[in-house]
T-cell receptor, first 109, second 114 residues
Framework: GQNIDQPTEMTATEGAIVQINCTYQ??????LFWYQQHAGEAPTFLSY??LDGLEEKGRFSSFLSRSKGYSYLLLKELQMKDSASYLC??????????WGAGTKLIIKP | DAMVIQNPRYQVTQFGKPVTLSCSQT?????MYWYQQKSSQAPKLLFH???????NEADTPDNFQSRRPNTSFCFLDIRSPGLGDAAMYLC?????????????FGPGTRLTVL
């Protein structure tokens, strides 16, 4: 079957750096997305990786290793507003998105 | 601004009473999706339209139906809501074209079943 694994919850301190990992096993691979979802709101797009390596976008970076079935989202200079769930999703061979359950990130002052 | 709009944001219905949720988009995207998301769970795809072509997920209950009368609008009908159908319902769109493309979400409708 198809599977996306992420930690359920993580805690970090304001101003620090946090890395949220995602491992996947899917039938085919056509890219990996990270979305941010604040409580009670819809997911918003953060990043898309289809080639190996690191993509940097401001305070957020996303890394992909296709051979390892692994990605991470790196958040720098954490702010209180970064408290949210972060969802990893993989586009499979049929271009269907397979979603992880999300990682709830708690930021403490 | 181009966007995905969902109405209502909050919907309360009674057990067994039909309810319709609506979604509209100004992005002119070909594909529209309906997801169900329960607390701390992954969004679960119910169905999607590629233009007028309807694609139902195998495990979507018959209780859920959808209509897409034109490019801009898509509706989710729940014929006889049960307590287990209480969830956030998310509408999303993507450009389509046979390649991976980004899905853009509306704000969601939170459904409560009494």
């Amino acid at each position: 079957g198809q599977n996306i694994d992420q930690p359920t919850e993580m805690t970090a301190t304001e101003g620090a750096i946090v890395q949220i990992n995602c491992t996947y096993q899917t039938s085919g691979f056509n890219g990996l997305f990270w979305y941010q979802q604040h409580a009670g709101e819809a997911p918003t797009f953060l990043s898309y990786n289809v080639l190996d390596g690191l993509e940097e976008k401001g305070r957020f970076s996303s890394f992909l290793s296709r051979s390892k079935g692994y990605s991470y989202l790196l958040l720098k200079e954490l702010q209180m507003k970064d408290s949210a769930s972060y969802l990893c999703a993989v586009s499979d061979s049929n271009y269907q998105l397979i979603w992880g359950a999300g990682t709830k990130l708690i930021i403490k002052p | 601004d181009a966007m995905v709009i969902q109405n209502p944001r909050y919907q309360v219905t009674q057990f067994g009473k039909p309810v319709t949720l609506s979604c509209s988009q100004t992005l002119n995207h070909n594909v529209m999706y309906w997801y169900q998301q329960k607390s701390s769970q992954a969004p679960k795809l119910l169905f999607h339209y590629y233009d007028k072509d309807f694609n139902n997920e195998a495990d979507t209950p018959d209780n859920f139906q959808s209509r897409r009368p034109n490019t801009s609008f898509c509706f989710l009908d729940i014929r006889s809501p049960g307590l287990g159908d209480a969830a956030m319902y998310l509408c999303a769109t993507s450009r389509g074209g046979g390649q991976t493309d980004t899905q853009y979400f509306g704000p969601g409708t939170r459904l409560t079943v009494l």
